[in-house]
Antibody, heavy 118, light 110 residues
């Protein structure tokens, strides 16, 4: 069974940093591209970032470019999202997701809540 | 880049069909057929319903179908059931190798 479990969320002050982790199991992690998607309270889904299976390709939404960094560990089956210079508008539930086709994410974690507030 | 345009809400009675549209520009869709659709009941993670415009993952009922014409993609749900009530989102791969979601559509089963 595919499992994705996010962790690392919490309360952080504006300008602060946080690193999210997503632990994957139940599939050959190194064969899949992985994504982070977020959802602000009461709002819609927003794509955040993508990392290819071999870590060469990484892309970011304009809203986080230059502040967030995605990475992965294909030995430990982990994907990370390093978030710096956090803003109030980054407050959201952050999901990691496995991609089976461009934009087709067939498995999602339960999400981890990030709250940016003073 | 703005979100793809979806109607905020649609509704239908059990047994009826509804269609949710997802409109963008050529900068959003490109010439690709890389559009997917998600269902999200309240308080849950999204569930993939359609990928590559019209393909259904295993386990998704064939009541759900997708199509695309020009810069508008559509999700059609036929034979509406109460359990279909949820928020629905489209997403497209863009020519700049990023992804963009639609604003979401709330489906109410009357």
């Amino acid at each position: 069974e595919v499992q994705l479990v996010e962790s690392g969320g919490g309360l952080v002050q504006p300008g602060g940093s946080l690193r999210l982790s997503c632990a994957a199991s139940g599939f050959t992690f190194s064969s899949y591209s992985m994504h982070w998607v977020r959802q602000a309270p009461g709002k819609g889904l927003e794509w955040v970032s993508y990392i290819g299976s071999n870590t060469i390709y990484k892309y970011y939404a304009d809203s986080v470019k230059g502040r967030f960094t995605i990475s992965r560990d294909n030995v430990e089956n982990l994907v990370y999202l390093q978030m710096n210079s956090l803003r109030a508008e980054d407050t959201a539930v952050y999901y990691c997701a496995r991609e089976i086709y461009y934009g087709g994410f067939d498995d999602w974690g339960r999400g981890t809540l990030v709250t940016v507030s003073s | 880049q703005s979100a793809l345009t979806q109607p905020p809400s649609v509704s239908g009675s059990p047994g009826q069909s509804v269609t949710i549209s997802c409109t963008g520009t050529s900068s959003d869709f490109g010439s690709y057929n890389r559009v997917s659709w998600y269902q999200q009941p309240p308080g849950t993670a999204p569930k993939l319903m359609i990928y590559e415009v019209s393909n259904r993952p295993s386990g998704v009922p064939d009541r759900f179908s997708g199509s695309k014409s020009g810069n508008t993609a559509s999700l059609t749900i036929s034979g509406l059931q109460a359990e279909d009530e949820a928020d629905y989102y489209c997403i497209s791969y863009t020519p700049s190798s990023t992804f963009i979601f639609g604003g979401g559509t709330k489906l109410t089963v009357l």
